[in-house]
């Protein structure tokens, strides 16, 4: 299954301004450096010609994987050490074959040598996504790595910076003080989830921050119609949008993508507004002091609706910001009700419960996957409660009604 978008918690607390992507692509030339600056002193590193002819051939056959729908393909040109990498890549690509895309290219503008074995590459990706196909372009810089005499994806090229429980790596554009904000955010993060989840990841978690709001959506899920500022998914890094006013505040959206890293890793196959609401009440909210009725953001009736009217609801599909925030907003607060009414150990229990059916690995899609996944949370309803959906969703619209609005 999929992680959960947590695009508009923070922006709606926060009066974040609309960002708009604008990418022109430059006259395509081939750099190939011969002298590029080493960092520890040694030798220049230098790339022959054919290194160069070699990495433009792996980037022309991971753009044929990627059109013709070759998976094993497009996975045997990345780089096999870092899992987290393999896993965020296969499921780029399942998203990819659960959408129509025409003319999709890759060309590299420049190559640059990193070490003897190693080079950045700046490629322009472009490609038109559904019908009649809305064009999208992106330029980023990717590691390739070389091994035994294969040239391979190995991530983007990002810089690195780690805290006591994050390692961070960032697009060199985002600048050394929103890094620094990003970092002592991140572990406010950490103990705000901890203190309303009751633990937090033991290990250090990673991080990707991306200058370019665009280029977080080409790397996470190129299906989504907007733009968004975090990302999450079982087993991956947490990614998200370094905005530009470097005193942002980052604590709550990376309180929800916390969160969505836990649950997600306990039971993968959370259906959207569970998964939501879970990593709202424990996350945004806990970091807000309250949902978005304690902060009067909301009234009680904008939630008098049934859960079915939740699950009706394709999230990555919603693109108005009201109704963002309601769905959101409400999912998070029948999980507030879940608690108040039931104990608070319930949702816990309801978690436990899903990881016993089978779990997603693949890259989660609405329409293949939420029917099912919510027909398991009314299983997992039924085994820890004792009570059918119906019944839950009566003891909801009477609970939200009982809340006076003032």
Known sequence: MAGIDSSRWGSAMNNAREYAFVAAICAVALIVSCGATNPEGRAPARLSRDDAAAVRGALERRASAVSSGDKAQFISLLAKDDP??????????????????????????????RADSACAVTIVMSYRIGDPGEARTVRYIERYEKRDGVWLDADLDLALKESDHFVLRYQAEAGEGSVKRILENAESAWYAVKGSYGEAPSGKTNLKAFSDRELLRQNSKITIGRLFSGWAEPGESIK????????????????????????????????????????????????????????????????????????????????????????????????????????????????????SYPQEREGYVYATHDAALRDQLAGAVKSVLGIGMDRLDADWRAWIRSQVAG
């Open 240 to 355: 998200m949008w370094v905005r530009p006013d470097p005193e942002y505040e980052y604590t709550s959206v990376l309180a929800h993508e916390l969160v969505h890293k836990m649950t997600l890793a306990q039971a993968s196959n959370q259906c959207s507004w569970f998964a939501e609401g879970l990593a709202n009440y424990y996350g945004s909210f806990a970091v807000f002091g309250g949902d978005y009725l304690y902060l009067k953001y909301h009234e009680p009736a904008d939630y008098d609706r049934s859960m079915v009217w939740l699950g009706s609801l394709d999230s990555q599909a919603i693109d108005d910001d009201k109704q963002w925030a309601v769905y959101g907003g409400m999912s998070g607060t029948v999980i507030r009700f879940i608690v108040e009414r039931y104990g608070k150990e319930t949702p816990l229990a309801l978690l436990q419960t899903l990881s």
């Open 84 to 113: 987290e990498f393999v896993l965020e890549q296969a499921r780029w690509f399942d998203y990819r074959m659960s959408a129509t895309i025409a003319d999709f290219k890759l060309v590299a503008e420049a190559i640059v040598p």
